[in-house]
Antibody, heavy 123, light 109 residues
Framework: EVQLLESGGGLVQPGGSLRLSCTVSGFTFGNYAMTWVRQPPGRGLEWVSS????????YYADSVKGRITISRDNSKNTLYLQMNSLRAEDTAVYYC????????????????WGRGTLVTVSS | EIVLTQSPATLSLSPGERATLSCRAS??????LAWYQQKPGQAPRLLIY???NRATGIPARFSGSGSGTDFTLTISSLEPEDFAVYYC???????????FGQGTRLEIK
């Protein structure tokens, strides 16, 4: 069964750090680019960051650049999001998503999603 | 940054009716546009990619059209399970900057 499972969310104080994980099963993880998308409570979707299957290319939204780092461990079938200097506006459900395409063919839309993990930044 | 504007914000229809949702881009994106459905408490689900291609397992009542700056998602005959929020999404050229529309809520009339 194809599955993406996020973990690591929780309550953190402003200025704090958190690392999210997304463990996948049911497909060859290293063949696919992956993305993090977030959704503040009651609001729309916002792209956060993407990474190529090899890990060689990483891309960030301007709103998180310099504070957030995406990475992956293909041997562990796991995607990560290291979040530092967190702000109240980072409060959201964070989804990991698989991009369509395979290997060097990367499409920038998302055909599989996890259920999300909630990050709350508050004092 | 390319801005996607969806209209209407809310659409009230009855089961069996036809739904037409619009997504307008602030500049041309050729056909690099996708549509997603999101139900309360669930992750988004890919419906349409490249403006008009249905994703795997998506019923034929869902169709997408358009190119350039104007795109449409059509649901030919609404089923009860289709009432949800719908988002369009695009990727700008390079480096990739992905943006979503603000969403259209499709509610039961």
């Amino acid at each position: 069964e194809v599955q993406l499972l996020e973990s690591g969310g929780g309550l953190v104080q402003p200025g704090g750090s958190l690392r999210l994980s997304c463990t996948v099963s049911g497909f060859t993880f290293g063949n696919y680019a992956m993305t993090w998308v977030r959704q503040p409570p009651g609001r729309g979707l916002e792209w956060v960051s993407s990474i190529f299957g090899s890990g060689a290319g990483t891309y960030y939204a301007d709103s998180v650049k310099g504070r957030i780092t995406i990475s992956r461990d293909n041997s562990k079938n796991t995607l990560y999001l290291q979040m530092n200097s967190l702000r109240a506006e980072d409060t959201a459900v964070y989804y990991c998503a698989k991009q369509r395409g395979r290997g060097s063919v990367v499409y920038w839309h998302f055909d599989l999603w996890g259920r999300g993990t909630l990050v709350t930044v508050s004092s | 940054e390319i801005v996607l504007t969806q209209s209407p914000a809310t659409l009230s229809l009855s089961p069996g009716e036809r739904a037409t949702l619009s997504c307008r881009a602030s500049q041309s994106i050729t056909i690099d546009l996708a549509w997603y459905q999101q139900k309360p408490g669930q992750a988004p689900r890919l419906l349409i990619y490249d403006a008009s291609n249905r994703a795997t397992g998506i019923p034929a009542r869902f169709s997408g059209s358009g190119s350039g700056t104007d795109f449409t998602l059509t649901i030919s005959s609404l089923e009860p399970e289709d009432f949800a929020v719908y988002y369009c999404q695009q990727r700008s050229n390079w480096p990739p900057r992905i943006t979503f529309g603000q969403g259209t809520r499709l509610e039961i009339k």
